[in-house]
């Protein structure tokens, strides 16, 4: 089922166009939908999209407090509401249908960008990354270096090997939950190859998947943005 | 196809580089238009909500202090209508008792003078 991926290689840098388009398609959706439903705000009584917004916002806020305790800190909390939307949208971009050309040899173009290792890999790289940023800024280098041999000198290489942990896991369990449900998702529509019974058989269980692929998608992107903040609060005491 | 290759997996650089730009963007993009204006506007609003619960408690004592208040009024002026009654009635006996005790000398006067012009009248039919 592994299709080739459209790359081009520009300044000695490989770039996947597949996921280049659907990257760039999930984030302007995330800020169209949240530009658009905050374009008229009111201190009064919220219309239906600026309630929608200040949900997801209470959301991620109240999943700050759990980890954090309070907090009033506007970069965590657009980074989580923006991570949170955007996976949801990226997660469920390949659900209902995927494009995969066929001219010499296959080429897929459209499914889950976060079906792609690169993507979710990236996103956790940049999120470990900042809590180390944060962790260097709020207690100075010396605390920060010295926080690898904490509780004693022994654990200094299971320290490191825990941050790397932590950034595999974070990644790969988004990108291995989005890429099984697209594998599934591809063996069931390539039923419609092997005749009508075959075909017609494989609808239900394609609906019900496509319905697991939603849900999927919905608790993976909160996992995500759950994890995130759990790490920068660590990072934070 | 791959700029470099980890465990036999190959890792197209430009793609991480494209992602993590476009995310970063996006952040700071919706950070900047609409995150800032909507937990202003959620703050605000929290804001004024407290300060019309606030405003609530405070009417709130005041309408019951108020009430107390009228309460209190309004037994005094029973009390004192109780009392004004009962003076009026006393008052009222008294007008009524000095009424008749007048009306008792008006008609012993009357009877007096009626037996004094009686034997007056006997005299003077005597002396004739």
Request: charged letters at 15%; aromatic letters at 12%.
């Given at each position: 089922m592994e299709h080739a991926r459209p790359q081009v290689v520009l300044f000695n840098l490989t770039f996947d166009l597949s996921i280049i388009l659907t990257t760039t398609i999930a984030s302007l959706l995330v800020f169209f939908i949240a530009y658009l439903a905050t374009?008229?705000?009111?201190?009064?009584?919220?219309k239906k999209w600026q309630n929608f917004m200040e949900w997801i916002m209470d959301f991620v806020r109240d999943i700050m407090n759990n980890s954090m305790?309070?907090?009033?800190?506007l970069f965590v909390l657009s980074t989580g509401v923006s991570l949170l939307m955007y996976l949801f949208i990226a997660n469920l971009l390949g659900v209902p249908f995927s494009i995969i050309t066929s001219e010499d040899h296959p080429v897929s173009w459209?499914?889950?960008?976060?079906?792609?290792?690169h993507v979710t890999m990236t996103l956790a790289i940049m999120i470990i990354a900042y809590t180390h940023f944060i962790d260097i800024r709020l207690h100075g280098l010396k605390h920060y270096l010295l926080s690898f041999f904490?509780?004693?000198?022994?654990l200094f290489a299971i320290n490191i090997l825990e941050q790397f942990a932590t950034t595999l896991t974070l990644g790969l369990r988004l990108f291995g939950n989005i890429y099984a449900g697209e594998v599934m998702l591809a063996l069931l529509a390539g039923?419609?190859?092997?005749?009508f019974a075959v075909a017609s058989l494989a609808a239900i269980p394609m609906l019900i998947w496509q319905a697991f692929c939603v849900f999927i998608g919905t608790i993976q992107a909160y996992i995500f943005v759950t994890l995130t903040m759990v790490y920068i609060a660590h990072r934070l005491t | 196809m791959g700029d470099i290759t980890l465990f036999g997996l190959p890792i197209s650089l430009g793609t991480m580089v494209y992602q993590a730009l476009i995310f970063t963007v996006l952040v700071f993009i919706l950070k900047k238009l609409v995150f800032k204006k909507l937990v202003g506007v959620m703050d605000s609003r929290k804001q004024h909500i407290e300060n019309q619960l606030q405003l609530t408690e405070q009417y709130k004592q005041e309408a019951e202090k108020n009430l107390e208040l009228s309460a209190e009024v309004l037994n005094q002026a029973r009390k004192d209508a109780r009392e004004i009654m009962k003076h009026s009635e006393y008052e009222a006996k008294l007008i009524i008792s000095d009424a008749k005790f007048q009306a008792k000398e008006i008609v012993k006067e009357a009877k007096e003078e009626l037996f004094r012009s009686r034997s007056f009248m006997h005299k003077d039919s005597k002396g004739a």
């Amino acid at each position: 089922m592994e299709h080739a991926r459209p790359q081009v290689v520009l300044f000695n840098l490989t770039f996947d166009l597949s996921i280049i388009l659907t990257t760039t398609i999930a984030s302007l959706l995330v800020f169209f939908i949240a530009y658009l439903a905050t374009r008229n705000l009111t201190e009064g009584i919220p219309k239906k999209w600026q309630n929608f917004m200040e949900w997801i916002m209470d959301f991620v806020r109240d999943i700050m407090n759990n980890s954090m305790g309070h907090t009033n800190n506007l970069f965590v909390l657009s980074t989580g509401v923006s991570l949170l939307m955007y996976l949801f949208i990226a997660n469920l971009l390949g659900v209902p249908f995927s494009i995969i050309t066929s001219e010499d040899h296959p080429v897929s173009w459209w499914r889950s960008p976060t079906a792609d290792a690169h993507v979710t890999m990236t996103l956790a790289i940049m999120i470990i990354a900042y809590t180390h940023f944060i962790d260097i800024r709020l207690h100075g280098l010396k605390h920060y270096l010295l926080s690898f041999f904490k509780p004693f000198k022994a654990l200094f290489a299971i320290n490191i090997l825990e941050q790397f942990a932590t950034t595999l896991t974070l990644g790969l369990r988004l990108f291995g939950n989005i890429y099984a449900g697209e594998v599934m998702l591809a063996l069931l529509a390539g039923a419609v190859t092997h005749g009508f019974a075959v075909a017609s058989l494989a609808a239900i269980p394609m609906l019900i998947w496509q319905a697991f692929c939603v849900f999927i998608g919905t608790i993976q992107a909160y996992i995500f943005v759950t994890l995130t903040m759990v790490y920068i609060a660590h990072r934070l005491t | 196809m791959g700029d470099i290759t980890l465990f036999g997996l190959p890792i197209s650089l430009g793609t991480m580089v494209y992602q993590a730009l476009i995310f970063t963007v996006l952040v700071f993009i919706l950070k900047k238009l609409v995150f800032k204006k909507l937990v202003g506007v959620m703050d605000s609003r929290k804001q004024h909500i407290e300060n019309q619960l606030q405003l609530t408690e405070q009417y709130k004592q005041e309408a019951e202090k108020n009430l107390e208040l009228s309460a209190e009024v309004l037994n005094q002026a029973r009390k004192d209508a109780r009392e004004i009654m009962k003076h009026s009635e006393y008052e009222a006996k008294l007008i009524i008792s000095d009424a008749k005790f007048q009306a008792k000398e008006i008609v012993k006067e009357a009877k007096e003078e009626l037996f004094r012009s009686r034997s007056f009248m006997h005299k003077d039919s005597k002396g004739a």
